[in-house]
């Protein structure tokens, strides 16, 4: 028999509810641990009811990150159906009734009734999609790529805390690296530290000699106005730097912390190289101008298959920069933001991507062209913001064509695409 499951999954347990397409409840809840002994025995429940093979079994669950994932992939190897929903969808239809009830066991009765109602309604079967396995190496990607923004970012802010710290007691120590956090500054401050912090137990030739370590080739005089820069900066910081030792201790710990993240990044950058080899779509978004190679990875890991779009007003939903709506009656609001109901990763690579796409270089040449001149003409009606907005909405029409042709990227202007449309209607008629 055809058996539907609502899923409420929990860090350590799950609710279900299993009913029939008629909408009867066969069983109205059950709570089994996240555990192999829990989730074997709602399969066995499952083959009990439904019989095998599970080809008539579907099971709702709310994509809920790391909790919904390997209870899904447990049901998808014992062959059941199952449709990851966006819990936004699933919380609209929880006020159908006029009781509020908000529990698990009443959410995982929601999730069931949720498909048995939509089979009546189209607008929401579109958007419940059964899930399929993705790609090994886009999975793989995937966690790669968001590992890396996360350690990025968490690199980001202990470098921020290491400039605070040195802005204490070298107020001037940006004049000698703009880049407190590059090889060589790393360098030096670690000698610096581990002289006890005594810039005068330091011989030039010894500096010279650390900085060296970075592998940076750097002539005589580089190195002699280096030196020169030091001397003045810790001139000052003995007249106007603070005189309190522990900014020296939590400058080292910022060293260590800095010195770790980097080689870990380095570490994910190789990985993410060596897999992307064996993805065909990064080279084709590679042809797109301004895409390099961690905006092509980005997009294509955070996409994943571009069938399970149908239109690239689907994409562009997907990455949440469709402009939201807001009518009531004679009312229609003029100024409205985009969604931003997607994936963060992929909104960032596209504003990265759209803010590459605009630019126009000293020689006078634009990234693309097309695109530049999209953006010049928005931006006489429209914000800066708002025109960057329509420019990330137009690539995403960009990119939805070169995955879903399969073909690199042709630039053509306005103008070509009229021709080439006229052309096409001829020949048609």
């Keep these: 028999m055809a058996l539907i499951i609502g899923a409420d999954i929990g860090k350590l347990f799950t609710y279900y509810s299993f009913v029939d397409l008629s909408g009867e409840i066969i069983v109205k809840s059950m709570v089994k641990a996240n555990d192999s002994r829990g989730l074997n025995c709602v399969q066995a429940k499952i083959n009990e009811i439904a019989g095998s093979p599970n080809d008539q079994v579907i099971i709702i669950m ?6 919904s994932g390997r209870i899904r992939d447990f049901f998808l190897s014992h062959q059941n159906k199952v449709m990851e929903i966006n819990p936004l969808i699933s919380h609209s239809i929880r006020n159908v009734t006029i009781r509020k009830v908000k529990n698990d ?31 090994q190496n886009i999975l793989n990607l995937r966690v790669l ?7 990025t970012k968490a690199r980001s802010i202990i470098k921020l805390r290491l400039i605070s710290d040195l802005e204490q007691v070298l107020p001037y120590y940006s004049e000698i690296f703009k880049d407190c956090s590059c090889n060589m500054s790393l360098l030096f401050l670690e000698l610096l530290v581990d002289s006890d912090n005594d810039f005068t137990k330091l011989t030039k030739s010894r500096i010279i000699k650390t900085l060296k370590l970075s592998g940076a080739t750097r002539s005589k005089e580089y ?23 522990s900014y020296y201790i939590t400058i080292r710990s910022g060293i260590t912390l800095l010195k770790a993240h980097n080689e870990e990044i380095k570490k994910l950058e190789q990985e993410i190289e060596k897999l992307a080899k064996e993805v ?3 080279e084709l978004l590679k042809s797109i101008p301004g895409v390099g190679e961690k905006l092509a990875v980005s997009i294509a ?21 469709d402009p939201s709506v807001r009518q009531s009656g004679q009312f229609t609001a003029s100024s409205t933001k985009i969604s931003k109901r997607g994936s963060p990763y992929l909104r960032k690579s596209l504003y990265l991507l759209a803010l590459a796409s605009v630019k126009k270089h000293k020689n006078g040449e634009c990234t693309n062209k097309v695109i530049h001149e999209y953006y010049e003409n928005k931006k006489k009606n429209k914000a800066k913001k708002v025109a960057l907005g329509a420019v990330m909405n137009k690539l995403v029409r960009v990119i939805y064509s070169v995955l879903k042709n399969q073909k690199p990227y042709i630039m053509i202007t306005p103008e070509e695409q009229k021709t080439i449309y006229k052309s096409m209607l001829g020949k048609a008629a």
């Design 105 to 135: 066991k009443a959410d995982a009765l929601a999730l069931a009734m949720l498909y048995v109602t939509s089979t009546s309604t189209h607008k929401i079967m579109e958007r419940l999609r059964f899930y399929h396995e993705e790609n």
């Design 301 to 321: 890991v955070e996409i994943g298959d571009i069938g399970k779009f149908n239109h690239a007003k689907e994409l562009v939903a997907f990455c949440g920069v």
């Design 62 to 67: 709310e994509s809920t990150g790391c909790f």
């Design 280 to 282: 065909k779509n990064i």
């Design 145 to 151: 790529t968001r590992n890396l923004d996360k350690v």
């Design 223 to 245: 190195y002699d106005e280096l030196y020169k820069k030091m001397k003045k900066c810790f001139e000052e910081a003995r007249v106007i730097g603070r005189k309190v030792s």
